[in-house]
């Protein structure tokens, strides 16, 4: 297939790239730049963005630096902060698409319920009935994006307001709500000091006290911005000096005795900032090695814990009740709205929230838990390439630089397809075993699995299939080319 075709209800095309986030738009770039023309977009919102798109609560930011929170392909000198906030991160993925001419190859309101493997091409079905035939998918939805909210007691009969910080509720007004808070993680860190001003009292329920450092955030000036302009060089090198500063954190991850000197500096931050308050100092003290979890940045959260009108709570919930948020110590919080900062659903999409049937009638997520091989194809099903899939993730850096790295595996895919006129590439199942065996081997002993580290990071056998083991320039080498010998050719 050399051009779009569409016929009836069906679409054919070389190449369907599912999402328009920055795994979606940058596949759609790297295409395009390659002098691939005959792909699509299919993305089930109304507009593009992805996770930037659909998070738009108070205080949203990114916790990597702009200059490398970005493609290196398309640098953007305006950054006005050292770590950008959601409207300009967003505005950024829109300027890149426009940039690459993609508006055109986008079809919004596109939800994909279903994929399989049909022999010589990948059969995706869609939510209004169609379908699109392709030769190649790209699968960019990334692996957080479903809301987690848990399964409290007695929350269908709250009789306020609930909501998940991914789905915000901007048409609730908070001006003297009193708010409940659950979760503490990355998105909690963020809201909770942008709405605790507004709000007439605020309780904040946490199960686990998160390690927090002080975000270097600052604004770029002016003459900086004209400089990178003028001399992009400049912005390659403060991109380069930042990437070389995040990679010094790995050996501190995988030898934990390492992060001995970051853990001692985030509780010299919590002396400092809770000297007079030792009993709340001891509530948000985390028990654990710092690195065991995702690290949170925050200039503003551990100060706006200290307001009068906020409450850390970290008795377990038990129920909910019409009023208000029952704890394990029989006491009844008193709230008129609940917000989840629970994270999302890790994997939710790949195989589990879409049905994916490869080679066999076998389903992506039948077995429980989903390998790949480098992240990005998995063994028994053809030409599919899963763009931040399993561990790929990072606990110190860019995913937007892995995402990249996979994207050279995937043009290179491509390529070896052309150059022997073959149908399909298919991982080897016996390469792509060895290859995991491999990194849960040097997973063990990590800051993730040492002294009983428990995390959203591992499956239910308390295996790490979410990160990556290493130094992302390692990574970035292992997906420069496709190697023959991983993988078969069908003809």
Aim: charged fraction near 25%.
């Amino acid at each position: 297939m050399h051009e779009t075709e569409q016929s009836g209800d069906v679409t054919r095309v070389d190449v369907a790239i599912v999402g328009s986030g920055f795994a979606g738009i940058g596949a759609a770039a790297r295409l395009r730049d390659a002098g691939r023309e005959d792909f699509l977009i299919l993305e089930k919102g109304e507009t593009l963005g992805g996770t930037w798109r659909d998070n738009t609560y108070p205080g949203c930011a990114c916790d990597v630096q702009s200059h490398l929170y970005s493609f290196s392909f398309a640098p953007n000198p305006e950054w006005t902060r050292t770590f950008a906030r959601q409207p300009e991160i967003r505005a950024y993925l829109e300027r890149v698409a426009d940039r690459y001419g993609l508006r055109e190859r986008i079809r919004f309101g596109a939800e994909v319920a279903a994929a399989r493997w049909a022999g010589r091409h990948w059969e995706l079905d869609m939510a209004d009935g169609s379908r699109v035939v392709a030769r190649a998918v790209v699968w960019g939805t990334g692996a957080l994006h479903e809301p987690s909210v848990p399964d409290v007691p007695g929350l269908d009969e709250f009789a306020g307001t609930v909501f998940h910080s991914a789905q915000w509720r901007h048409d609730h007004d908070l001006t003297g709500r009193r708010v409940a808070v659950i979760g503490t993680g990355a998105s909690a860190i963020q809201f909770v000091p942008a709405i605790q001003p507004q709000v007439a009292t605020l309780a904040l329920f946490q199960r686990t006290a998160p390690w927090v450092l002080p975000k270097p955030d600052r604004p770029v000036p002016a003459v900086a911005r004209r400089l990178y302009r003028a001399v992009p060089m400049l912005q390659k090198l403060q991109r380069a000096l930042v990437y070389a500063r995040n990679e010094a954190l790995v050996s501190g991850f995988l030898k934990p005795r390492r992060m001995a000197v970051v853990e001692r500096f985030a509780r010299a931050y919590l002396d400092r900032v809770f000297a007079r308050r030792p009993e709340l100092k001891a509530k948000v003290t985390p028990d654990f090695t710092i690195g065991c979890k995702r690290i949170l940045m925050s200039n503003d959260y551990y100060p706006a814990l200290k307001k009068p009108n906020v409450d850390v709570v970290t008795e377990k919930i038990v129920r909910v009740t019409p009023d208000g948020v029952v704890t394990a110590d029989g006491v009844e919080h008193a709230v008129d709205t609940i917000i989840f900062g629970t994270g999302f659903t890790v994997g939710a999409g790949v195989g589990k929230s879409v049905a994916i049937t490869g080679r066999d009638g076998v389903r992506l997520a039948d077995g429980g838990v989903v390998e790949g091989y480098l992240g990005t194809t998995v063994a028994g099903f053809p030409n599919l390439f899963v763009l931040t899939g399993p561990n790929t993730g990072l606990g110190h850096s860019s995913m937007v630089f892995m995402i990249e790295s996979q994207l050279n595996y995937v043009l290179d895919a491509l390529r070896v397809l052309d150059e022997h006129g073959a149908v399909a590439l298919d991982t080897r199942r016996d390469r792509q075993d060895a290859y995991n065996a491999g990194l849960q081997h040097r997973l063990d002993g990590s800051v993730w699995t040492a002294g009983g580290c428990a995390s959203w990071y591992l499956d239910d056998d308390g295996r790490n299939r979410t990160l990556w083991p290493g130094y992302t320039f390692d990574f970035r080498r292992r997906t420069r080319k496709v190697r023959a010998a991983d993988h078969e050719l069908v003809a």
